[in-house]
């Protein structure tokens, strides 16, 4: 098998099993604001990796980030309106 391919497979798998056993055994131990950013941080990664990857249109042209930088601000304006209108 290709070393690239293998390094490719084997990261994204680490990286996760990684992360998930640190959440595991540290969720009790966590200050609660701690987990509010770094629940936030994962969401907005999310976020980003949908509207960049899978969806093919926003990220095609020759302006490709301002399909991601509308998504980002009507994200933004949304959260707003969703706390003072509660």
Not at 23 to 45: C, D, H, I, N, Y
Not at 65 to 81: C, E, K, P, R, Y
Request: zero cysteines; charged letters at 10%; hydrophobic letters at 55%.
């Amino acid at each position: 098998m290709n070393s690239a391919i293998l390094t490719g497979l084997i990261i994204p798998f680490a990286g996760t099993a990684l992360g998930s056993a640190f959440v595991f055994f540290m969720r009790r131990e966590m200050p609660a604001l701690l987990q509010k950013t770094l629940l936030g941080f994962a969401s907005g990664v999310m976020l980003y990796v949908v509207v960049e990857e899978l969806v093919p249109e926003a990220s095609e042209g020759e302006h490709s980030n301002l399909g991601t930088i509308g998504f980002a601000l009507g994200f933004a304006l949304m959260m707003v309106l969703d706390v003072l209108l509660g």
